[in-house]
């Protein structure tokens, strides 16, 4: 009788892991990392690609430091890559010396990285991060002002160029700074940003190993967008194209940006009357396969175990490590806002 009880107990046990793993299988991935609190406590290691990748043993960005405020903290969107999160802290220093009074600091990645539920299609690997082109205030920014305040434009009003009035020598040696660095892969920014940063250091031909990476993109014009290059120690890192060898892209690919074409969205051909395809949607299946691994990777006692300050130590955060909860577990996140911004119809094949 005992061990028919056994049985009947271990078989509704596996009936329950299948049905789990069924459900896993057809959920969104975006709703299960989306909804994720915590990193998974191990070696650091990306997966994947900047679009379609996860992270292992992300850490976060501190909410505050001497020259940094971390903004929509509701989202949780401050995990990286450790190298990520300490090229941002190196910034802030560096940018300080430079005039730049401290990064208001935006989405990172998620915990385990991975789809988000709302916005970008990229920071899925823990290496990409966002920074205002706001000049952070000689305050420290409530929780809620952090959530409210809006970053501020740097162009004029309706038009593809640079605001005299709010543009500074500052905002130009700041992404300077950021380009120098030989981890960083690219920085994105708005194309009349990048045609201010060729008006004021393209003349200058030994700065064209860091102009070339300033990349121009719509939308970066609140924020410019650093990607750091695949990390040592993660083989499953997909590296992006690298940007061209020569130059500092203040040419005809810039100008490119600056007809109607990128900047107009594709008509309906009349003669088509077949609906599009619903867009399918990508489970954790469609990620690579150590992203499942990395769900089920055990998750630290609390948050500050894992945020990267001076007393960050990874071996007290491993022997704290509890189940995680990441595949059912988690609360919704905010619903990020829509841009305002005109969508083109094509991105250059460089990006």
Same mark, same amino acid.
């Given at each position: ?6 049985? $009947? ?89 430079? /005039? ?44 809620? #002002? ?55 250091? /393209? ?99 609390? #948050? #500050? ?35 305002? $911004? ?10």
């Amino acid at each position: 009788m005992v061990n028919r009880i056994g049985l $009947l107990a271990a078989l509704a046990g596996f009936l329950t892991a299948i049905s789990t793993i069924a459900a896993t299988a057809q959920t969104p991935a975006k709703e299960i990392f989306g909804r994720t609190d915590l990193p998974s406590v191990t070696t650091p290691e990306v997966h994947g690609y900047y679009t379609k990748g996860c992270l292992a043993g992300g850490v976060a960005m501190p909410t505050d430091g001497q020259n940094w405020q971390a903004m929509r903290l509701e989202r949780n969107r401050r995990w990286g890559h450790p190298q990520m999160i300490a090229l941002l802290q190196r910034l802030s220093t560096d940018a300080a010396q430079d /005039g730049w009074p401290g990064l208001l600091v935006g989405d990172i990645s998620q915990p385990r990285g991975g789809p988000m539920l709302t916005g970008h299609r990229s920071h899925q690997v823990g290496l990409d991060a966002d920074v205002w082109l706001t000049k952070m205030p000689n305050r420290r920014l409530s929780r809620q #002002e952090r959530r409210d305040m809006s970053a501020i434009s740097v162009l004029q009003s309706g038009k593809l160029t640079v605001n005299e009035n709010i543009w500074t020598r500052e905002h130009g040696r700041l992404l300077r700074r950021a380009a120098l660095y030989n981890s960083v892969e690219r920085v994105l920014v708005h194309p009349g940003i990048k045609k201010k940063m060729c008006e004021t250091y /393209g003349g200058d031909s030994s700065n064209n190993r860091w102009m070339i990476k300033l990349r121009p993109v719509y939308g970066h014009h609140y924020h410019f967008h650093i990607r750091i290059k695949c990390p040592e120690g993660s083989p499953g890192c997909r590296a992006q194209n690298p940007v061209p060898a020569s130059g500092n892209g203040c040419d005809e690919t810039l100008d490119w940006w600056f007809t109607s074409e990128p900047w107009t969205p594709r008509k309906p051909d009349p003669k088509k009357k077949t609906p599009p395809p619903r867009p399918r949607i990508t489970t954790v299946a469609d990620l690579p396969p150590a992203c499942r691994v990395v769900l089920e990777q055990p998750q630290p006692a609390n #948050e #500050e175990l894992v945020t990267l300050t001076s007393s960050f130590s990874r071996t007290a955060a491993l022997a704290s490590s509890v189940p995680s909860t990441a595949p059912l577990g988690g609360r919704p996140r905010t619903t990020i806002p829509r841009s305002k $911004l005109p969508v083109p119809a094509l991105r250059p094949v460089a990006d």
